[in-house]
């Protein structure tokens, strides 16, 4: 039954021609890279495989968040979402499923965005990145899931997983600022602000070390992979606990 639901979950992105779009984008990023090659004076390769990693990673989040939200959006103004649920199919199964297609969309987003890597970084480079991002991708995912049956609107939901996904990419950045040698931090203000943060960022994924665009350029150490894949399982867990609590305390 997870198979089914997954299988019709990603014939929804073929129905919308959202691989069209797919394509329009990773076209889009391709020759702006070739734009941003002609006016590098050094290391033209290395500044288009990190131009084309960046535009491709937040296109990417762009697409996976919309796409998960809106499709979920149509099926419930179309009551499709109803139906499923007053079968005899357990509401587990039925989120498994949704988040398995969705998973599996994310593979194949991310496939595609690795392949136009390899125009400007090594083949391994770029296959690493991809496998980084569709982890990345497969965590919006289930995040515009729970969102969605949180705020049941498009706009309050992905305006939620975007901000999330933002400060997930930022916080480290931020934390790094907290102790910026301009930063007193014997004051209590800072120290109380730091530790706000460093909750913050215990709490979120650290986004700032999947899919960097550097490793388009310098490569990644394997040890990484390890991490990212720990992080990865550990908060599609998280997300989808409190996805399905959401929804099994709702009435249909």
Not at 1 to 30: D, K, P, Q, S
Not at 81 to 97: N, S, T
Request: aromatic content about 12%.
């Amino acid at each position: 039954m997870i198979l089914h639901i997954a299988r019709f979950t990603l014939l929804e992105f073929r129905r919308t021609r959202t691989l069209w779009l797919v394509a329009a984008i990773a076209l889009i990023g391709v020759v702006g890279a070739q734009f941003a090659g002609a006016l590098a004076l050094t290391d033209t390769r290395g500044v288009q495989a990190a131009l084309l990693g960046s535009f491709l990673r937040w296109a990417a989040a762009g697409v996976m968040v919309l796409g998960v939200i809106t499709s979920s959006v149509r099926e419930f103004d179309d009551k499709v979402h109803e139906l499923i649920l007053a079968a005899p199919v357990p509401r587990y199964v039925w989120f498994a499923g949704k988040l398995a297609g969705y998973g599996g969309f994310a593979v194949i987003l991310a496939g595609l965005f690795a392949l136009c890597a390899t125009l400007h970084a090594p083949v391994g480079a770029a296959l690493a990145w991809g496998l980084a991002l569709a982890c990345e991708l497969t965590i919006l995912a289930a995040a515009s899931l729970f969102a969605l049956y949180t705020f049941r609107q498009v706009v309050p939901a992905a305006s939620a997983v975007f901000g999330f996904y933002l400060l997930s990419r930022t916080v480290g950045a931020i934390q790094l600022l907290g102790h910026g040698p301009y930063v007193d931090g014997g004051a209590w203000s800072t120290q109380a602000i730091n530790g706000v943060i460093a909750t913050i960022a215990f709490v979120l994924p650290d986004f700032g070390t999947f899919a960097a665009s550097d490793w388009l350029v310098h490569g990644v150490e394997g040890s990484v992979f390890g991490r990212l894949l720990l992080q990865t399982s550990s908060y599609l867990l998280f997300i989808s606990g409190a996805a399905l609590f959401d929804l099994y305390r709702k009435n249909y």
